[in-house]
């Protein structure tokens, strides 16, 4: 499961990569973002209902209700912030947004955490001349229910969620199940307007040898861009 990456991609650049024209791109003079938690802000690449691509800011993971089992209360609400490739046509929590409302997450790396009490932090990034060069995974998006909007304290009025599969051949030592769906640029509009059969054809394993563990420690919670890698 992830539940940490970064976005460190200045704005322009972001722009650029994902073919958003200027008067599409809503992040402002937004900064780099090197560590994003759930039901935090990102930068999302979503279709507008005439068939553009935007840039928008979202918070990361559906939101459910939640109930203490002991007490009867409400909690506060469950972020799901990783949809599983198996259950996108399955689960009535993904399946509309994976039919109507597929999204690029614009990422730098992506951590998991292997081990506890400490639990040891890897960063996965591409490899690349540059030390973090941009990519996008897979996302879903939806408007956050009006009744659990009031629970986030930074409130976009939209939710992405991030699709995983299974581990490939670098990340299954730190995380023996799952990563997230990483797309190749030739991939991004296929996975934004193509049918159902073909947004479910890529989802699958992001080539190891194009991959690497740039940070590696305890408690490395903030990715870092002008590190090198190990």
Not at 56 to 85: H, I
Request: hydrophobic share 35%; aromatic share 8%.
């Amino acid at each position: 499961m992830c539940n940490l990456y970064s976005s460190t991609t200045a704005v322009e650049a972001m722009r650029q990569l994902f073919e958003v024209s200027v008067e599409n791109s809503h992040l402002g003079n937004a900064e780099p973002r090197p560590a994003i938690w759930p039901k935090y802000r990102a930068p999302v690449v979503r279709l507008t209902e005439a068939g553009e691509r935007e840039l928008v800011e979202m918070n990361w993971g559906f939101l459910t209700k939640k109930v203490s089992k002991k007490t009867g209360k409400e909690l506060k609400p469950q972020p799901w912030n990783n949809a599983r490739d198996d259950a996108v046509m399955k689960n009535g929590l993904w399946k509309n947004s994976f039919l109507n409302r597929r999204c690029l997450v614009p990422a730098s790396s992506f951590r998991e955490a292997k081990g506890k009490n400490p639990a040891e932090d890897f960063w996965f990034a591409l490899k690349s001349n540059e030390p973090r060069p941009p990519f996008a995974m897979a996302g879903l998006w939806q408007p956050t229910p009006p009744g659990l909007a009031g629970t986030l304290d930074d409130n976009t009025g939209l939710s992405h969620t991030v699709v995983t599969t299974t581990a490939n051949e670098i990340v299954r030592p730190i995380h023996p199940t799952r990563m997230v769906v990483i797309l190749d640029p030739a991939d991004y509009e296929t996975w934004l307007q193509g049918s159902p059969d073909e947004a479910r054809s890529l989802l699958r394993p992001f080539s190891p040898q194009r991959m690497q563990i740039v940070q590696q420690g305890f408690r490395v919670l903030q990715d870092d861009p002008t590190s090198e890698a190990l």
